[in-house]
């Protein structure tokens, strides 16, 4: 089952503005993590975020984790046309012994140039 | 990190042939293994895992199996392909949950 929702499912903007994508979840995590992926291909990790973080940087990428609303955002700043991807977040429960990422259904961002 | 190589890219077969998709990883010794389905505009189905040679675990019953037979070779296979195996297959590489999970390059099914 999919524990991640991202929201929006498909957002348009244009170059240089900011993008600013949300995931929600269900149930306690370890680490929730965002990927992106360009049409046709697999997944690239973009970031992690453990459960005692509450923010964390990554040259123009900036996510944040609300674990009391179980809720994570991507901001991506001053967007760029080679951004244009669907970007997926991904959580990991809590415990060892467990091996799987659930993954959300996607925000699809478009940036125009 | 690893590199995790997919082949083919693309496959086109009919209904009732059988399905063979290799994935082997690169740059690391007893990774965690996963196949996922992608469907259009959806997120990732997890299909199977594996955690070391002739380990598989299945996550959805299916027409489709999966299988180990080295360590840095996973493999997703089917006996007679249904329409609905029509998708996008992706096989990832990584450790314990929550560590990152590298991706190959993904396979292209259609089943006419």
């Known amino acids: 089952s999919q524990q991640g929702e991202e929201d929006p499912q498909a957002l348009s903007i244009q170059e240089g503005e900011n993008a600013t994508m949300n995931c929600s979840y269900k149930?306690?995590?370890?680490?929730l993590q965002w990927y992106r992926q360009n049409s046709g291909r697999g997944l690239v990790h973009l970031i992690l975020?453990?459960?005692?973080?509450r923010e964390k940087h990554s040259g123009r990428l900036r996510v944040t984790l609300d674990t009391s609303k179980k809720s994570s955002s991507l901001l991506i700043t001053a967007s760029r046309a080679a951004d244009t991807a669907s970007y997926f977040c991904?959580?990991?429960?809590?415990?060892?012994?467990?091996?799987?990422?659930?993954f959300g259904k996607g925000t699809k961002l478009s940036v125009i140039p | 990190s690893q590199t995790i190589h997919q082949w083919p890219a693309t496959l086109v077969q009919p209904v009732g042939s059988p399905l063979s998709l290799e994935c082997t990883v690169e740059?690391?010794?007893?990774?965690?293994l996963y196949w996922y389905r992608q469907a259009a505009g959806r997120g990732l189905q997890l299909l199977f895992y594996?955690?070391?040679?002739?380990?598989i675990s299945s996550e959805v019953p299916q027409n489709l199996s999966a299988s180990r037979p080295q360590d840095r070779q996973f493999i997703l296979s089917s006996k007679k392909l249904l329409l609905s195996d029509s998708g996008f297959y992706l096989c990832?590489?990584?450790?314990?949950?929550?560590?990152?999970?590298?991706f190959g390059p993904g396979t292209r099914l259609t089943v006419t």
């Open positions: 594996s955690v070391g040679i002739g380990q």
């Open positions: 990832a590489g990584g450790g314990l949950a929550g560590v990152v999970q590298y």
């Open positions: 975020i453990r459960s005692n973080e």
């Open positions: 149930t306690s995590i370890n680490n």
């Open positions: 991904a959580t990991a429960p809590p415990g060892a012994g467990s091996y799987q990422l659930t």
């Open positions: 740059g690391t010794s007893n990774p965690n």
